[in-house]
């Protein structure tokens, strides 16, 4: 079944530590996104990629760091530069060009003890 | 800039009932999407449905339709025949430019 994966669900770090959130999907979409998701605030843009080798900053890129070597990943590296990362990261995808809906991943709960 | 405006951070219905959810917007581009999407308990975002701005019939799946005025910029969901399965939170969602614009969400109440 096509989809989107992310791992781990639940992921448990100390403060000043970088963490990686895995990304995967075989949807065959070009686009990918990254969101986080805090109670009351709805869903902001981290991170978007259209294409393989390309990617550009959403509304909240400070303290994160991505990567788009292929097609199919692309993970989000959360790093100790980030004043509150405790949160909720949602992965998703799109097909371009007409990008008509988003599909998204199951989430990866991130608290920073 | 683009926005998505939902005023109302949490409505109740009682199970068979209908109940209608709001959504305001704004953006300068001519051609974009409008999207409901919702999120049960498991966190899992599930889309709804879809309007296309360029069409003025209405979307429909099932039970849920909008109601789209492209001129008041609003885009409320309606939902017939409420069910325990539609407690979630629901996102309003607009697709610009390669860029979604999600609204704070309303939480919806199903009572039994």
């Known amino acids: 079944d096509g989809g989107i994966t992310q791992s781990p669900k639940y992921l448990f770090r100390k403060e000043g530590q970088n963490v990686t959130l895995s990304c995967e999907q075989n949807?065959?979409?070009?686009?990918m996104y990254w969101y986080r998701q805090d109670p009351g605030q709805g869903l902001r843009l981290i991170y978007y990629s259209q294409i393989v080798n390309d990617f550009q900053k959403g509304d909240i890129a400070e303290g994160y760091s991505v990567s788009r070597e292929k097609k199919e990943s692309f993970p989000l590296t959360v790093t100790s530069a980030q004043k509150n990362p405790t949160a909720f990261y949602l992965c998703?995808?799109?097909?371009?060009?007409?990008?008509?809906?988003?599909?998204f991943g199951p989430g990866t709960r991130l608290t920073v003890l | 800039a683009q926005t998505v405006t939902q005023s109302q951070p949490e409505m109740s219905v009682q199970e068979a009932e209908t109940v209608t959810l709001s959504c305001t917007y704004d953006?300068?581009?001519?051609?974009?999407?409008l999207f409901w999407y919702k999120q049960p308990p498991s966190r899992q975002m599930i889309l709804v449905i879809r309007q296309e701005a360029y069409k003025q019939q209405n979307a429909t799946e099932n039970r849920f339709s909008v109601n789209f005025q492209k001129a008041a910029k609003s885009f409320s969901l309606k939902i017939s025949d409420s069910q325990l399965g539609d407690a979630a939170m629901y996102f309003c969602?607009?697709?610009?430019?390669?860029?979604?614009?999600f609204g704070t969400g309303t939480r919806l109440k199903v009572l039994a």
């Open positions: 998703a995808s799109s097909q371009r060009p007409s990008y008509n809906e988003q599909f």
């Open positions: 953006t300068s581009e001519s051609d974009y999407y």
């Open positions: 949807l065959n979409h070009d686009a």
């Open positions: 969602a607009l697709r610009g430019a390669y860029k979604y614009i």
